[in-house]
């Protein structure tokens, strides 16, 4: 018994530190959540580029409705003062409870896409809130240098090895010695990132996909484990999101899986999210090239198979390419109440 007791004992001190993490790992996100009883979609619109909300009547993910009477939640007043492709990132750790809201700066009916590319913002948007209805703190950060043309399409996922947030985002870059960059671009548009613990300060920015003759835009990532990630992008060499799958990290070996996203040419903005209910079950929703019908979605059961099928029987509306959150029946009885 005394031997026993000195093994306890020794147990217990060798895991004391992991105990005491003061930033603990993320559940398995691939495994539903009970707590979770419906989705928050957070999109733009074409006619006003600001913040909108919709919430999924009950659980269904795939039927959602325009709250808070139709209004924004968030009409920007820095930079364009306009927002696209909006981002939710869920706080980790000592940061739950936290939520931010990140987007691109762009108002391209002052503009042209050729111009927006160019001489576009090269900051991310940035809000933050604690009940998903209330967005403070509103703040332009620069992320890239002068030789960047824009940042589009911002999106962000804990990082577990770095033990901070990976934000990325699309940028095209030109040379030092064109500062008008009224010449050729010296890269096709390239996945850039850079770490954060607080979305104020980001560690200088690297290049995180360059396919060096095509361009690569909207990138979003899903992650399935400490180690497993699925990605989903949009590339010139494709008329349609690209999947890949990492099980050895974010920056691990990226693979093309033999599965595919079927019916899915001609849309952009890849967004994926686990259902509530059934493990292992995901949903994408993409949005139409030149359209104004909006997202379309497409279900899988084995994400790292790569194979998503369209999913019927959807009510999407007009929402635009955005991003979607599970919340909890607090949350979702707080924001019905918005009408």
Sequence with gaps: MKNLTTICAGILAFLAPTMALPQPLPLDLHQADPTKVGYLDFYWKTEDESVYLALSNNSNPLDFRPINGGKPVVSPTLGTKAVRDVSIVEGV???KGKYWLI????????????????????AIFIWESRDLIHWTNERLVTVEDATAGMVWAPDAIWDPKAGKYL???ASRFYAAND????????????????????????????????HKTSTIID???LRVDDNTFVRFYVSGKVSGP???????????????PSGTIQDST?????????????????????????SVTGLSPWVSTDVTSGTFTPASGGNL???????VLSVTKQQYDALAALG
């Design 242 to 256: 690209v999947v890949e799958v990492s099980r050895n990290g974010l920056f691990g070996n990226w693979v093309t």
């Design 103 to 122: 987007g691109t700066d762009l108002d391209i009916d002052s503009t042209n896409w050729d111009k927006a590319t160019r001489t576009g913002s090269r």
């Design 179 to 210: 500062p008008n960059h009224t010449g050729s671009p010296t890269t096709t548009d390239i996945i850039r990132y850079a770490h954060t613990s607080d979305f104020k300060t980001f560690t200088k920015p690297k290049t995180y996909i360059d």
């Design 167 to 169: 934000v990325h985002w």
């Design 266 to 290: 001609h849309f952009e903005g890849p967004y994926p999210f686990w259902d509530n209910v059934q493990p292992g079950k995901a949903y994408l929703v993409c949005d139409k090239v030149g």
């Design 93 to 95: 750790g000592r940061d």
């Design 219 to 221: 990138l979003s990532i």
């Design 317 to 323: 509306g007009a929402l635009r390419h955005g991003s």
